[in-house]
């Protein structure tokens, strides 16, 4: 077994602000100095792609298309990053050997963030690396007219008995430069609870747990279909009532 790596080597450098003109303003030689500096300041980083990291992720992805709708759509950066190549590579492979039956397309990242706000129910499950994660679920949470609707969950890998640790969370974070002001959208933190039922529940084979996770997302569909949200995706309530609110809903279901 061969484990390959790809590295990813980032510069930039700043001389291509400066033009000609602007060198030629600064008349004393001190200022000049400053300048031929600040030309030269450049930065890196190294990004790094395993091929074991890759079929773990990819793994998860495929697995969980098979309970859904049996579709994968894999995002890299291939035509520029030799990272992006691996992780086209390994995936293909791991398609082939292990998940033939689902269907794998591919996308460069950028066109699939193009595609997400132009056609977003050609996707279902879409796997790839935590730099283009990170940008994509972010414009993907204006497809629900806000940041502040988005659960999110983050799994860890199985262990030798099938269990694995999970954190689940708003896809924003914490947020803390909203914290305590009663404006914060707390549906992304109650779907969140939900996505763990739903998840659990499944793995678990615990019907109960599915539908609470169902009732919880039909309140909240429902609230925002009659208002009773919060200001970022058209409502008038704070942050507690907003809680409130759903939580009659529930009651009264």
Not at 65 to 73: M, S
Not at 217 to 237: F, H, I, M, S, Y
């Amino acid at each position: 077994f061969k484990q390959k790596t790809a590295y990813e080597i980032y510069q930039c450098d700043w001389s291509s602000d400066v033009c000609s003109s602007d060198l030629a303003a600064f008349t004393s030689a001190s200022r000049r100095k400053s300048l031929i500096w600040a030309m030269a300041r450049s930065a890196a980083s190294i990004r790094r792609s395993m091929t074991l990291e890759i079929e773990r992720i990819g793994r998860v992805a495929f697995e969980l298309a098979r309970k859904r709708n049996n579709k994968v759509t894999s995002s890299e950066k291939r035509n520029v990053m030799k990272s992006g190549v691996l992780w086209h590579e390994v995936t293909n492979a791991l398609h082939k050997r292990e998940y033939a039956d689902v269907q794998l397309d591919h996308m460069l990242a950028d066109a699939l963030g193009m595609q997400l706000v132009r056609w977003p129910k050609q996707f279902d499950v879409i796997v790839t690396d935590n730099l283009f994660g990170d940008m994509l679920s972010d414009v993907a949470s204006m497809l629900t007219g806000s940041l502040g609707m988005l659960p999110s969950a983050s799994l860890g890998e199985a262990d030798k008995n099938g269990k694995r640790k999970a954190m689940y969370e708003p896809v924003h974070g914490s947020a803390p430069d909203i914290a305590g002001k009663d404006i914060a959208n707390p549906f992304s933190l109650i779907l969140s609870a939900a996505q763990l039922l739903a998840w659990h529940g499944t793995r678990r084979a615990l019907p109960r747990f599915g539908e609470a996770a169902r009732a919880i997302e039909l309140a909240c569909e429902q609230a925002v279909k009659a208002g009773e949200t919060t200001r970022d995706v058209g409502g008038r309530l704070g942050t507690a009532a907003t809680g409130r609110a759903l939580v009659q809903r529930l009651l009264t279901a």
